[in-house]
């Protein structure tokens, strides 16, 4: 038995609820089951029962064991203060609240199908890549929708509480929040972090005084990454090394150490020296990045903004030290710009319509989702083969989440195609 699948037997009323008792023998009349709680706190909010003749209101707990309320050391805790109900599988020991406070126990043992929870476990563990693969034809189009809908707004919304922690941070500068993010995004996984870092001993302020000089702006990026700090015979590296001393002296500036950053198993065109060399470009062609979702602008007018050549030495090299390539534009290439719309720009504009009131910057960031291709990797082909549909990136964002947050943590009871095909 699992908590996961008593919640679930609570939340739907899938037990037997005729001539309920505590197990002190009074009568128990359900009258509100309160809403699921997914946060800190007991398990179910705002309920409603009535224990004898009494009426009682507030939080109901579940677990396996009664015993568990003070393994989990609920009698410590006054956010437990107000359960009215102890909701157990099996009863094995009265507990107090940390008022000192019997709660009464509902004991669900006898009251439950046992072979619908055997079905349960083997749904679970059936040994296909998806529980549901078997079953999934059998999901109504609406259910499947519907889902998928949830799924988007779960990850938006995930997405949009690291921004807004980080807004605060930053005393509400949107401007400034969205560049330490839009860094972070060029990035990509493996250097993130250190990108996230760069912006921070790189504030905006200082790099728009001087974004109107391309070697300055270069030299900036590269000089606070570390990479300037020792010499090398290469003339670019010497020029850019010599106005960045001038401006590390100006503005009191910090370097990283340039051992944080990774190149090992990358391809050439994701090193983190490309992507500053483009950063600058980027800069030094805009100022207000924010602009883009402060005016909602067309996936065409991104492209062009974000869309630059880095300097000619960055049209032939991907690092400082490597050899000379063929010439190209040294240019974002297109997963990575939708890769940044998807992972930056759209959760800003959702962020930003939600926090100034305003629900057209959410329409814009679904409109973003649904004009650029579907992401296509091994997560999003495991549910193509089984009848998913995955037609632009809103459904391939869906489907990474369905799978990262449900899927592949089996939580298959908190998912409505799980729960449609459990019942």
């Known amino acids: 038995m699992t908590e996961d699948y008593l919640h679930y037997i609570w939340k739907f009323s899938k037990f037997d609820q005729s001539n309920l008792i505590t197990t002190e023998g009074e009568s128990v009349c359900i009258l509100k089951k309160g809403f699921h709680n997914v946060n800190a706190g007991a398990d179910f909010l705002e309920g409603q029962v009535r ?48 008022n000192g406070e019997r709660i009464p126990v509902l004991e669900l043992k006898n009251l439950l199908d046992e072979d619908a929870y055997f079905y349960y476990e083997k749904f679970l563990n059936n040994g296909n890549k998806l529980p549901c693969e078997s079953h999934f034809h059998e999901v109504p189009s609406f259910i499947v929708n519907n889902t998928l809908d949830n799924m988007l707004v779960e990850r938006l919304q995930r997405k949009s509480n690291d921004i807004v922690k980080q807004l605060n941070l ?36 200082i790099l728009n005084k001087e974004s109107n000089n391309l070697l300055a702006t270069e030299a900036l990026i590269f000089g606070q990454a570390g990479l300037l700090e020792e010499e090398m015979s290469l003339d670019y590296h010497q020029t850019i090394r010599n106005e960045y001393l001038y401006l590390k002296q100006k503005y009191s500036l910090i370097p990283l150490k340039s051992v944080v950053w990774k190149f090992s198993r990358m391809r050439p065109p994701n090193f983190p020296t490309l992507r500053m060399a483009q950063l600058a470009a980027i800069y030094t062609a805009t100022q207000k990045l924010f602009y883009i979702i402060r005016d909602k602008m067309s996936i065409e007018k991104i492209g062009l903004i974000l869309d630059v050549e880095p300097s000619v030495f960055w049209q032939t090299h991907y690092s400082f030290n490597s050899a000379k390539s063929k010439p190209n534009s040294g240019k974002l290439g297109t997963a990575t710009l939708h890769s940044i719309i998807i992972n930056c720009i759209v959760p800003f504009a959702f962020t930003y319509g939600r926090n100034v009131g305003n629900s057209s910057y959410e329409k814009f960031a679904l409109e973003l989702l649904e004009t650029i291709k579907p992401e296509k990797n091994s997560i999003t082909k495991k549910f193509e083969s089984i009848g998913f549909e995955n037609g632009n990136a809103k459904y391939s964002q869906s489907l990474i989440q369905l799978n990262n947050e449900y899927c592949s943590l089996k939580k298959c009871l908190h998912c409505k195609i799980g729960v449609y095909l459990l019942q």
């Open 51 to 98: 224990i004898g003749e009494t009426l009682w209101a507030g939080s109901i707990e579940i677990h396996i064991k009664t015993s568990h309320w003070a393994l989990h050391m609920h009698d410590k805790d006054e956010r437990y203060n107000n359960v009215i109900l102890h909701v157990v599988y099996e009863h094995d020991k009265d507990i107090l609240n940390k």
């Open 170 to 205: 930053n005393n509400g500068d949107w401007e400034e929040t969205f560049h330490q993010f839009f860094f972070k995004y060029m990035g990509m996984k493996v250097n993130a972090q250190q990108m996230v870092e760069l912006s921070h001993r790189l504030p905006l302020r």
